[in-house]
C-alpha cells in the first residue's frame, strides 16, 4: 500500500549542504524530511579531516554569522586548530581546525535529531515528482527507492558524489558511494526526464594508514596554536581552550615520482577510463609529478582522523594507481617506510550539475520550488558545500514563506563570490573556494563576518532579537572607539617620547592622534595602552575590528569606493523577458553566451566569460533605449 507523506520541504542529502538546509527550513519552523542513504554517514567527511583554511575559514565564519551550524559543530569536536597565514595581513588570516571525523558526524546528527520540524529519513530517493503548466515545471513532491511519496513545497537537492557514483582504485571499480556506502542510482533518470541537464565530475582521496606502522621521527611535528580562536562567533573562546593533537609534515621524493610515472598506464585517470573532471586545486599524486614534473618533491602532511582511531589520513597524495602500486609508492615517503594501509586511496566520479541552471537563489531557472546546493551543483569541499546548502534551504523556506530570497552579492561575502561564480561563470571542473577569487577580499576578512553577515541572518529569522542587539552594541562600540581614538591627541612631550623609545618608534615633532600612533607598523591597540588614559575595557573582538579598521583605513576606503562602482553595475537590472536577437550590434558569441546564462544585471552580464566590455556597452545603450521607449 503506497504511503503519502505531506510536508513543507524535503532536503535529499545529509552532507554538509544537506544539514544546513534541513536545520535552516525547520529552524524557519517548516515541517522538512531530511534523507539519506544511511543515517550513519550524517555530515561525514570522506576526505580530508578538516574545517576551513585558506578562504574556507571565511566561508564556515559567514556561515555562523548567518545562523548556520558548521561553525559550532567544529567548535566541539576539533582536536587541533590553527590560525593560517598570521604573517600577511588579515584579509588572509584563515582558522583551520583538524576534527575528530566521527564526532564530527554524531554531533551534528545530536543536533538534526533534537531539531523541532525535522525528520531524519533513511530512503534513496529515485524520483522527483512535478506538475507543468505552459512549460513552467512546479515540484509537487518526492518518491523513494520503496515507493513512498512525499508531497512538499520545495525541495532541495545535496547529493553530493553519490548520484550515479563509482570508485576507482586501479583496475578495481565499485558501484558505490564514498567509504562503500550505498551509490544513488535512480534519480539521474528522473532529474533527465525533467530536462536537467547532468555531468560527470570526479575528485579523489589519499589512503589511511595504521599510526601504530609510521615513524614519525622522520617528520616534521605540527603544532596547533597555543590560543586557540573559535570558529562560531557564539562560542566562548574560553570554553575551548583544550590539549591539542598534532600532525606530521614529510614529502615525496624521486623514488615516489619515479614509481608513479612507472604506472600512469594503470592511472584510471591516465588509462581514459576515468570520464569525470577533477578538481585543478586539489590535483592527485599522479597530476602533480606528471604536470609539476620539475619539482623534486611535495609536501605530504600527516593528519590524526580522530582521538579514538589510529586511522591517519595522508594528505596531498590522493591517487586512484592499483594497490600494489600505493603501497609501493607511500612505502618511499619517510616515515611511511612500513606503513600498513588501512583504505586505499581511490577516486570517485558521480553526476552533478552546471550551475549555470540556477539562479542566485539556488532555484533552478527551469523547475519552480526545485534548489539545489553542495558538491552537486559543482564545487568542492565541505565549507563551499555547506555554504550554498544554507543559502539554499533558507530560499526554499523564503519561497514557501512568501518572502524575498536572500541573494548575497561578492562584495559583502565569499558566499556571495561562491555563488556567483558557480551560476555566472562556465565552470568546467570541481570549483574550490581561494581567497584569489575575492575581488574585495579586504573587505571580506574572517574576523569581521559578523558585522557583514549577522543582519541579513536576523532579517530572515535565523538569528535572534538578542544576537542582532548584541551585534548593534558591537557596531557602536567600534565606531566610538574610533572616533575617539581620532579624536584623542598626545603631545610631542617627554612622556610620548620616552613611551616611544620602548617601542622604538620615531618621535613626534608635533601632536598627533592615538590613531594616527596606531598606523604605526611597530604599535598596536593593544602597546598603545600606557598612553591612552581615557581608555575603558572593550571586548577583545571589538578592539581587533578598531585595530584593524585604523591601520588598513586606506585600503578599505579604496576598496569601498571600488565596490561602489560593482554595485552601480549589479543595481541595472536587465529584464527577464529580453530578447539579446534584437539587439543587432551584440557579437554572436556574446548573444549565444546572454540567451544561455539569461543573467540578472549587467554587472552579473559583465562577468560571463565570451561577453566582452563593448559588449556591455551596446547591452547598456539598448537599455537605455528600451527603458526611454517604455
Ligand atoms: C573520495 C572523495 C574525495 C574528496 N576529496 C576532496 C578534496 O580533495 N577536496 C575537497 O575539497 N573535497 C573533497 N571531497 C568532497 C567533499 O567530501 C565534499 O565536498 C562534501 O562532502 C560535499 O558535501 P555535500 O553535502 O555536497 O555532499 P556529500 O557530503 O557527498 O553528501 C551527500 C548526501 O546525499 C545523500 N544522497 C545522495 N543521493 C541521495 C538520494 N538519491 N537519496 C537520498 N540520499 C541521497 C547521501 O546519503 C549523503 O548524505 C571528496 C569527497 C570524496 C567522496
Known amino acids: 500500500m503506497e504511503i503519502r507523506e505531506k510536508v513543507d520541504v524535503c532536503v535529499v542529502g545529509a552532507g554538509h549542504a544537506g544539514c544546513e538546509a534541513a536545520l535552516a527550513c525547520a529552524r524557519l519552523g517548516l515541517e522538512t524530511v531530511i534523507f539519506t542513504v544511511s543515517v550513519d554517514s550524517i555530515a561525514l567527511m570522506p576526505c580530508n579531516p578538516n574545517v576551513g583554511g585558506s578562504s574556507k575559514g571565511h566561508l564556515v565564519r559567514e556561515i555562523d554569522a548567518l545562523g548556520g551550524e558548521m561553525g559550532k559543530n567544529i567548535d566541539k569536536t576539533f582536536i587541533q586548530s590553527k590560525m593560517l597565514n598570521v604573517s600577511k595581513g ?51 513532491g518526492v518518491k523513494t527507492f520503496t515507493g513512498t511519496i512525499y508531497e512538499c513545497k520545495a525541495i532541495v537537492l545535496c547529493t553530493g558524489t553519490y548520484l550515479n557514483a563509482r570508485c576507482l582504485c586501479g583496475e578495481s571499480i565499485t558501484y558505490t558511494g564514498p567509504n562503500g556506502l550505498q551509490a544513488a542510482t535512480h534519480l539521474s533518470d528522473s532529474l533527465k526526464a525533467m530536462g536537467i541537464l547532468l555531468r560527470r565530475f570526479k575528485t579523489g582521496t ?30 566562548d573562546p574560553a570554553s575551548i581552550q583544550k590539549p591539542q593533537v598534532s600532525c606530521w609534515l614529510t614529502y615525496t621524493n624521486e623514488k615516489t615520482h619515479e614509481i608513479i610515472k612507472n604506472n600512469l598506464d594503470r592511472s584510471p585517470i591516465y588509462a581514459g577510463i576515468i570520464e569525470g573532471t577533477g578538481p585543478r586545486y586539489c590535483p592527485s599524486i599522479e597530476d602533480k609529478v606528471v604536470k609539476f614534473a620539475d619539482k623534486e618533491r611535495h609536501q605530504v602532511f600527516i593528519e590524526p582522523e580522530g582521538l579514538y ?20 609508492m607511500y612505502r618511499t615517503v619517510p616515515g611511511l617506510e612500513n606503513c600498513k594501509i588501512v583504505r586505499n586511496a581511490y577516486a570517485i566520479e558521480y553526476d552533478c550539475i552546471n550551475a549555470k541552471q540556477l539562479k542566485a537563489s539556488l532555484e533552478f531557472k527551469a523547475v519552480k520550488g526545485l534548489f539545489a546546493g553542495g558538491q552537486f551543483n559543482g564545487s568542492s569541499g565541505y565549507e563551499e558545500a555547506a555554504a550554498q546548502g544554507l543559502i539554499a534551504g533558507i530560499n526554499a523556506a523564503m519561497e514557501i514563506l512568501g518572502k524575498d530570497p536572500l541573494i548575497l552579492d561578492r562584495s559583502e561575502s565569499y558566499i556571495g563570490v561562491l555563488i556567483d561564480d558557480l551560476v555566472t561563470k562556465d565552470n568546467r571542473e570541481p570549483y574550490r573556494m581561494m581567497t584569489s577569487r575575492a575581488e574585495y577580499r579586504l573587505l571580506l576578512r574572517q574576523d569581521n563576518a559578523d558585522l557583514r553577515l549577522k543582519k541579513y541572518g536576523y532579517q530572515v529569522g535565523l538569528l535572534s532579537k538578542t544576537h542582532y542587539e548584541a551585534l548593534l552594541l558591537k557596531e557602536k562600540q567600534i565606531n566610538d572607539e574610533i572616533l575617539r581614538l581620532k579624536s584623542t591627541i598626545v603631545g610631542a612631550n617627554k612622556r610620548i617620547r620616552d613611551f616611544l623609545d620602548t617601542k622604538n618608534s620615531s618621535h613626534l615633532n608635533t601632536g598627533a592622534s592615538l590613531a594616527e600612533l596606531l598606523c604605526r607598523p611597530e604599535l598596536g591597540y593593544d602597546s598603545i595602552a600606557p598612553i591612552d588614559d581615557e581608555r575603558q575595557p572593550l571586548p577583545e573582538d571589538v578592539c581587533e575590528q578598531v585595530e584593524i579598521e585604523i591601520k588598513y583605513e586606506g585600503y578599505i576606503e579604496r576598496q569601498k569606493r571600488q565596490v561602489e562602482s560593482y554595485k552601480k553595475m549589479e543595481k541595472k537590472l536587465i529584464p527577464s523577458d529580453i530578447d539579446y536577437d534584437d539587439i543587432q550590434s551584440l557579437r554572436i558569441e556574446a548573444r549565444q553566451k546572454l540567451k544561455e546564462f539569461m543573467p540578472a544585471s549587467v554587472g552579473q552580464a559583465s562577468r560571463i566569460s565570451g561577453v566582452s566590455p563593448a559588449d556591455i556597452s551596446v547591452l547598456l545603450i539598448y537599455l537605455e533605449h528600451k527603458r526611454g521607449r517604455e
Open 206 to 235: 589519499p589512503a589511511r594508514m595504521d599510526k601504530r606502522s609510521i615513524d614519525f621521527s622522520k617528520m616534521e611535528e605540527q603544532f596547533g596554536d597555543e590560543k586557540i580562536v573559535p570558529f562560531s562567533f557564539s562560542t
Open 90 to 140: 588579515p584579509a588572509v588570516h584563515s582558522l583551520r581546525a583538524q576534527a575528530d571525523k566521527q564526532d564530527y558526524s554524531r554531533s551534528m546528527r545530536h543536533v538534526l535529531e533534537n531539531q523541532n520540524h525535522l525528520t531524519i529519513k533513511q530512503a534513496e530517493v529515485c524520483e522527483i515528482l512535478f506538475e507543468e503548466n505552459n512549460d513552467e515545471k512546479k515540484i509537487t
Open 309 to 328: 582511531t589510529n586511522e591517519m589520513y595522508v594528505g596531498g597524495m590522493s591517487s586512484s594507481l592499483p594497490e600494489d602500486v600505493q603501497l609501493k
